[in-house]
């Protein structure tokens, strides 16, 4: 099992309106970027995901959701109504992917980035990088433990 981390703007779409879905799902639609779509395009059902709030007042991972569908082409790339339209994609051809999420969990706390940042065994994490936008990325097992430890205790170290 592989662990992730994906950003979402919660006043497009929060950990909340993935918990309302239909069977608590969805398909995590309009990646566009390279290195962001093969991240996805490594997943693998059962895969955890930290759920993280960007643009947020504070930015924060909310909970937990779980890889339910492999990458699949991502089809608002073909919608030229779709904010995600990519008018080079084509059926041929579809470019970008996606995968289907299903909510787990929500924290009793949201993990803000300011709570993340002292602890030491998080000094490696992607989301904690300087400069680091990617809007899905790895998480590695060992800083998967540490944010559900910050979790179970309140956000707390």
């Not at 969805?26 to 709030?53: L, P």
């Not at 089809?75 to 084509?90: E, N, R, Y």
């Amino acid at each position: 099992m592989s662990y992730w981390l994906m950003k979402s703007e919660p006043d497009v779409f929060s950990i909340d309106d993935l918990k309302k879905a239909p069977r608590k799902t969805t398909c995590w639609d309009g990646v566009r970027n390279y290195q962001a779509r093969n991240f996805m395009k490594s997943m693998e059902i059962g895969d955890q995901v930290f759920f993280y709030h960007s643009n947020a007042e504070p930015s924060c991972i909310v909970g937990i959701a779980e890889v339910v569908r492999k990458a699949y082409p991502d089809h608002t790339a073909l919608d030229p109504h779709d904010s995600h339209f990519d008018p080079k994609a084509t059926p041929e051809k579809p470019i970008w992917e996606m995968v289907d999420v299903r909510f787990i969990r929500k924290f009793d706390q949201p993990l803000a980035l300011e709570d993340l940042r002292p602890v030491a065994g998080l000094a490696k994490m992607e989301l904690l990088r300087r400069g680091s936008r990617l809007s899905v990325q790895p998480v590695t097992p060992a800083e998967w433990k540490l944010v559900l430890k910050m979790a179970e205790k309140g956000g707390k170290k």
